[in-house]
């Protein structure tokens, strides 16, 4: 059975940094594009960075080159370093993975989503 777990996710001062992890267990073989998303109260969810196996990455625009997204193959984990943190990046944030051919931050793409762990930025 196919489980993604977050973890890393806390409470900072705004300009402060975090590293979320996300452990992926049950696939045969490594996820081809695995992902972070977030979603703040009252709003859609929506994606911050993906990345595939090759390390291909894309960030949304409000990411600014603040956060940079990893995944360790070996130890079947994705990771995002999130520097600068600003208060509109208080939100849950939650990993995503497809095991099919193809990648983008559209929801849709992904068939397995772990829980979620919340950040928040205080002003």
């Known amino acids: 059975q196919v489980r993604l777990v977050e973890s890393g996710g806390g409470s900072v001062q705004a300009g402060g940094s975090l590293r979320l992890s996300c452990l992926a267990s049950g696939y045969a073989n490594n996820p081809y594009c695995m992902a972070w998303f977030r979603q703040a109260p009252g709003k859609e969810r929506e994606g911050v960075a993906y990345?595939?196996?090759?390390?291909?990455?894309r960030y949304a625009d409000f990411v600014e080159g603040r956060f940079t997204i990893s995944r360790d193959n070996a130890k079947n984990t994705l990771y995002l370093q999130m520097n600068s943190l600003k208060p509109e990046d208080t939100a849950m944030y939650y990993c995503a993975a497809t095991t099919n051919p193809f990648c983008s931050l559209a929801r849709g793409m992904f068939d397995s989503w772990g829980q979620g762990t919340q950040v928040a930025v205080s002003s």
């Open positions: 990345i595939v196996l090759s390390g291909t990455t």
